[in-house]
């Protein structure tokens, strides 16, 4: 064979396989994240009811989940209508369960805390309640972290957790870096290994999981620590 013929034979080649990979990614059979999260034992889900109607057995069934984040609530009056079920039936399937609220600038903190309170049951062995702050990025600070401490500290008073702070890089560097330290952190970043000015507690790394009994992508999520850790962490029964 001619050496101009192999050579376009290989870049055919390869040009072949990066577009297999990257559709095989794109429908969320292979993640390239799952290799940077691949030490960490302790994974998990996040949903809501964009998620659809979850099979949890087949769920927990096909994989070794160990815990769940739960969207629950959203500003002042929004109730996700699969909390309820999704809290119930996974807690059923042996995964520990927590709750998210989605953070707005549209209410006052101490209203969408009455919110997350109404629905949100405190039970034992639940997972620290999380506060997810998404909101674009041009807010007054000084407005955002008012209303985003009154909310955190209500919070943490009813369920006796300080709250965790699900953020992006930007939220994080805009709004929490230098105004919640102590808080723990769950940081989403689907392109690589996180890279924070301080530790992190739980990371989002995939948004397009495909997981058996859920019809829709899902995101997953590893815990920085180690399974004796976690539940001793989160758990009373240690």
């Known amino acids: 064979m001619r050496p101009y013929l192999r050579y376009i034979l290989i870049l055919i080649a390869i040009v072949l396989l990066l577009t297999l990979a990257a559709a095989l990614e794109y429908f969320g059979i292979i993640w390239h994240n799952d290799l940077f999260a691949w030490p960490y034992q302790v ?36 109730i996700d209508k699969r909390f309820k079920e999704n809290w ?20 006052p903190g101490a209203r969408q805390a009455d919110n997350f309170i109404r629905t949100v049951p405190k039970e034992p062995d639940s997972l620290p309640p999380v506060i997810d702050v998404e909101i674009h990025l041009n ?6 972290h008012r209303e985003l401490l009154v909310l955190s500290q209500r919070l943490e008073q009813y369920y006796g957790q300080k709250p965790i ?29 996180p890279t924070l000015d301080r530790d992190w507690l739980f990371w989002q790394y995939s948004n397009r999981g495909r997981i058996r009994g859920i019809d829709t992508y899902v995101d997953i999520n590893a815990y920085h620590g180690e399974l004796d850790e976690f539940l001793q962490r989160f758990t009373t029964v240690k």
């Open 43 to 78: 994974k998990g889900l996040d949903v809501s009811h964009h998620q659809g109607d979850i099979d949890w057995h087949t769920v927990q069934a096909e994989n070794d989940f160990h815990f769940v984040f739960i969207k629950a609530t959203e500003g002042q009056d929004f």
């Open 88 to 107: 119930r039936e996974a807690k059923k399937q042996g995964l520990l369960v927590g709750a998210y609220h989605f953070f707005s600038m549209q209410s």
């Open 139 to 144: 807010h007054d600070r000084q407005k955002v």
């Open 165 to 193: 702070l699900y953020v992006t890089y930007d939220t994080y560097g805009q709004y929490i870096e230098s105004s919640f330290p102590t808080h723990p952190i769950w940081i989403r970043d689907i392109k690589k290994f």
